[in-house]
């Protein structure tokens, strides 16, 4: 049983939605994957905070015209699953990393902002660290000059008191 007209609208405008509001939508090739590893996937994505659906491709190439994924309609033939992200490097760095770990699992390619990648492209995006990873690295830079501030302010009393504690005890 196919779809009902009411219901492929609903889903091109759901598609359309998930295109605009991204940051960036990585596609991949599903061919040969299992329901077990579809479900891992869509777990780990989800843990990234990355939207992901099989996308039927002709309601795709639909909801595309208009948006950033109007550029990579092309790539939307065979099982197709959408990934999409407001953080750049999670979706690739999910996909990219679900798919050397299950040779069924084929990056496409995908597009960032204007720029259209292929499957290098997210592969290179993927190596970055993602937000959350830049994030804690810069509350680490910019707590540390802190930590050693009062790691200096504490030294010079630690020795005063090792200095006031000898000559008592020389005395």
């Keep these: 049983?196919?779809?009902?007209?009411?219901?492929?609208?609903?889903?091109?405008?759901?598609?359309?939605?998930?295109m605009e509001s991204a940051e960036i939508?990585?596609?991949?090739?599903?061919?040969?994957l299992d329901a077990k590893s579809i479900t891992d996937l869509r777990l780990e994505m989800r843990k990234n905070e990355v939207g992901f659906k099989v996308v039927k491709n002709t309601l795709a190439k639909i909801a595309a015209k208009g948006t950033s994924g109007e550029k990579i309609v092309d790539m939307f033939s065979g099982p197709v699953g959408m990934a999409t992200s407001q953080d750049p490097v999670a979706a690739a760095k999910v996909a990219h990393n679900f798919a050397k770990g299950n040779d069924k699992l084929v990056v496409l390619g995908g597009i960032y902002g204007d720029m259209v990648l292929d499957a290098d492209g997210v592969k290179q995006l993927a190596?970055?660290?993602?937000?959350?990873?830049?994030?804690?690295?810069?509350?680490?830079?910019?707590?540390?000059?802190?930590?050693?501030?009062?790691?200096l302010t504490q030294?010079?009393?630690q020795l005063m008191v090792g200095v006031t504690k000898a000559y008592s005890e020389k005395v």
């Design 155 to 157: 030294t010079p009393a």
């Design 127 to 151: 190596s970055l660290p993602s937000l959350d990873e830049l994030r804690s690295k810069l509350i680490g830079l910019i707590q540390a000059p802190a930590q050693k501030i009062a790691a």
């Design 1 to 18: 049983m196919g779809m009902t007209r009411a219901r492929k609208e609903d889903e091109i405008v759901d598609l359309k939605n998930r």
């Design 25 to 32: 939508i990585v596609l991949t090739q599903n061919a040969g």
